[in-house]
Structures are given as structure tokens and as C-alpha cells.
Antibody, heavy 122, light 107 residues
Framework: EVQLVESGGVVVQPGGSLRLSCAASGFTFDNYTMHWVRQAPGQGLEWVSLISWNGDSTNYADSLKDRFTISRDNSKNSLFLQINSLRIEDTAFYYC???????????????WGQGALVTVSS | DIQMTQSPSSLSASVGDRVTITCRASQGISNYLAWYQQKPGEVPKFLIYAASALQSGVPSRFSASGSGADFTLTISGLRPDDVATYYCQKYNSAPLTFGGGTKVEIK
């Protein structure tokens, strides 16, 4: 059974930083592109970033690329998202998601974690 | 970047009705389109890929079609369990933009 479990959701002040983690199990982690998607309370889904199965390729939403960094550790079946210079508008649930296709960079997201809540507030 | 526009933003229909949601891309994306269902308080669920292919386990009352820039998701025989917000997403290339969502309610 595929499982994705996010952690690292916190309350943080504007200007601060945090690192989200996602622990993956139930599939061969280093064969799939992984994604982060966020959802502000009561709002729609916003794709944030992807990283290829081997970590060689990354992509970001244009509005976020300067402050967000995605990474992965295939030896630990883990995905990460570093967010710097946090803003009020970064308040959201952050979901980790698995790409559908074997060793294909872009594709639909077939499994999602439960999400980690990041609250940016002074 | 390609923008994804869904319509309507919300709809209310009766149990048993046929419901159609539209997703339009600002440029052609071939058939690189997925649909997701998010029930209230739940995580998004993957429904459809390649514009029309049902993910395993998705009820057959869900169907989808389209290619290029115009796509539709149809629920044939709306059920109370289908109350949710539905999102399209393009995945031909990054960024993998989502549509704004369509909230489906029971009348």
C-alpha cells in the first residue's frame, strides 16, 4: 500500500523558514517523480514543485521558485521542501504527491499524503 | 505559462442528473490532462488521466473527453457521494497547473 506522510508543519513568523518532509513507503521511491502541491484554507489546489526520480531535474511554479527548494533522499525514501522568507500568503496545507508514470518527469499525481499545515502569522 | 480555466465554478444538481464540467487550456495540451475529486475535508483523489482514461477503481458513471484545449468531465447519474470539488490539471510540461475547481452540490 502506497503511503505518503508529511511532517514539519508549524506556525512560523513572516520572514522565517521551514523544511517540510514526506516519508514514502509501499512503492519503489527512486523510480518516480515526486511533487508538492499546496492548498490555502478554503481555496483551490496550487502545484508547487516537482523533482525527478533521480533528483537531477526540478521545476517550480514561477511565482515560488525564488523561495522554494525541493529535494529528495532516495536512500531514505524521503522528499523535502525548503521554504524561505515565508509570507502570510504561504499559509496552506502542503501535500506530497507521487507521479503516476515510471521514470517520466511530468504526469498526473496518483497518490497524495494527508498534508502538513503551515501557518505564517506574527 | 498555460492557464487552465474551469466552468462553472459551482453547480447544484439533483440526484440522478447528468453533470458536465468543462476545463479549457489557454494553449493546446494534446491529451495531457488529469481530473481529481476532493470531497469536503479530504485529500484530493486521482480520477482520470490522458484526458479520458479512468483510474482503477473509479466508478463508471464518471467519464471524460477532450483533446487540444477543451476538455469535459461528466458524471452520469449524480449521487450524494459525488458532492465534491473537481479539479483539472495539465501535465504536458511544467508548471503542472490546476484549474480553479468546480464545486458540485446536490439540489
Amino acid at each position: 500500500e502506497v503511503q505518503l506522510v508529511e511532517s514539519g508543519g508549524v506556525v512560523v513568523q513572516p520572514g522565517g523558514s521551514l523544511r517540510l518532509s514526506c516519508a514514502a513507503s509501499g512503492f519503489t521511491f527512486d523510480n518516480y517523480t515526486m511533487h508538492w502541491v499546496r492548498q490555502a484554507p478554503g481555496q483551490g489546489l496550487e502545484w508547487v514543485s516537482l523533482i525527478s526520480w533521480n533528483g537531477d531535474s526540478t521545476n517550480y511554479a514561477d511565482s515560488l521558485k525564488d523561495r522554494f527548494t525541493i529535494s529528495r533522499d532516495n536512500s531514505k525514501n524521503s522528499l523535502f521542501l525548503q521554504i524561505n522568507s515565508l509570507r502570510i500568503e504561504d499559509t496552506a496545507f502542503y501535500y506530497c504527491a507521487k507521479g503516476l508514470y515510471y521514470r517520466v518527469l511530468t504526469g498526473p499525481l496518483d497518490y497524495w499524503g494527508q498534508g502538513a499545515l503551515v501557518t505564517v502569522s506574527s | 505559462d498555460i492557464q487552465m480555466t474551469q466552468s462553472p465554478s459551482s453547480l447544484s444538481a439533483s440526484v440522478g442528473d447528468r453533470v458536465t464540467i468543462t476545463c479549457r487550456a489557454s494553449q493546446g495540451i494534446s491529451n495531457y490532462l488529469a481530473w481529481y475529486q476532493q470531497k469536503p475535508g479530504e485529500v484530493p483523489k486521482f480520477l482520470i488521466y490522458a484526458a479520458s482514461a479512468l483510474q482503477s477503481g473509479v466508478p463508471s458513471r464518471f467519464s471524460a473527453s477532450g483533446s487540444g484545449a477543451d476538455f469535459t468531465l461528466t458524471i452520469s447519474g449524480l449521487r450524494p457521494d459525488d458532492v465534491a470539488t473537481y479539479y483539472c490539471q495539465k501535465y504536458n510540461s511544467a508548471p503542472l497547473t490546476f484549474g480553479g475547481g468546480t464545486k458540485v452540490e446536490i439540489k
